[in-house]
């Protein structure tokens, strides 16, 4: 896309809604898909997030399922082929982070990954290094159907810039934290305003689901909180192009993760 849509973490489960994207090249216009993973859903918003997952199998004109190449196939990989051969788009099979596997492991897993599903093709790439990312988005713009343009051309993505700056503030609360605390935080944006100057004042909210995971998000004498607002005032005054003053409070909400209502205000459940 040229420049960051989705925020990236070493935690599963990162993206939990889906997000609409637009790459361009002078004979092509590719609106990307990022999905939630498929997973096996404990919360109402994990059976959300892979009902989107699997909709958008249904919306495509080409499916692309990546795998870890280091990480090899398993049991969730074989489910998630069942999906795609019961909702029948053409699909690609991207085996990435071979930076980080043996050169000799690669042919055999294409091998057994080709023998799970009648992919269109297979493709080994590095996200990291760029290695094999061309020729990927290249067979892609080759299965697009003929047509003209369907967004302006200033467009680039579906992503409300409420929820992005959510976004932005939860990919620090992943980065910082470990264990649960990712998975039972969710960040809502409670106000965006900008003042005559031209300045950006921002308050979210973060909940958790317990009274201990508000005292590690909020951290020693509010160190933890204080890190992750930094950090994401930074993301948000180059997204937003201007100086970003940013309020976070922290709120114990229990059993966030099954309230339709906040699953609402975060974009995951019915978000049309
Ligand atoms: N070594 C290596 N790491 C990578 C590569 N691509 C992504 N990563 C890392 O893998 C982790 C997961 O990346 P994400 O983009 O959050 O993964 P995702 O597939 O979107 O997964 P979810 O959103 O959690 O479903 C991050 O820590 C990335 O930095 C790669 O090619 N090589
Ligand atoms: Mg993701």
Request: aromatic share 4%; glycine share 6%.
């Amino acid at each position: 896309m040229g420049s960051k849509i989705s925020i990236v973490s070493p935690v599963s489960q990162t993206t939990r809604l889906i997000i609409r994207a637009v790459a361009r090249t002078p004979e092509a216009e590719v609106i990307y898909l990022d999905t939630p993973g498929i997973h096996r859903p404990l919360f109402q918003m994990n059976r959300e997030m892979v009902r989107l997952a699997r909709e958008a199998l249904h919306e495509v004109d080409l499916a692309v399922l990546l795998i870890e190449g280091p990480e090899g196939l398993g049991p969730g990989d074989t489910y998630t082929t069942r999906l795609l051969a019961e909702a029948r788009p053409p699909a690609f099979l991207v085996i990435n982070k071979i930076d980080a596997m043996r050169k000799a492991d690669l042919l055999p897993l294409m091998k057994e990954a080709s023998r799970l599903h009648p992919w269109e093709e297979i493709f080994p790439c590095s996200a990291l290094t760029g290695d094999g990312c061309e020729e990927l988005a290249a067979a892609i713009r080759k299965r697009l159907p003929v047509g003209g343009a369907l967004f302006p051309e200033d467009f680039l993505t579906d992503l409300p810039t409420r929820l992005s700056l959510g976004e932005q503030i939860r990919e620090q609360v992943l980065l910082r934290t470990r264990e649960e605390i990712p998975h039972a935080t969710a960040v809502l944006v409670d106000e965006i305003e900008r003042n005559e100057r031209g300045d950006y004042r921002v308050a979210a909210t973060l909940f958790v689901d317990r009274e201990s995971q508000k005292g590690i998000l909020i951290g020693h004498q509010g160190e933890m909180l204080k890190a992750i607002g930094q950090a994401a005032r930074l993301e948000m005054a180059s997204y937003l192009e201007a100086p970003v003053h940013l309020s976070l409070w922290v709120k114990v909400k229990r059993r966030w993760r099954d309230d339709p209502t906040v699953l609402r205000l975060l974009g995951i459940a019915m978000r049309e």
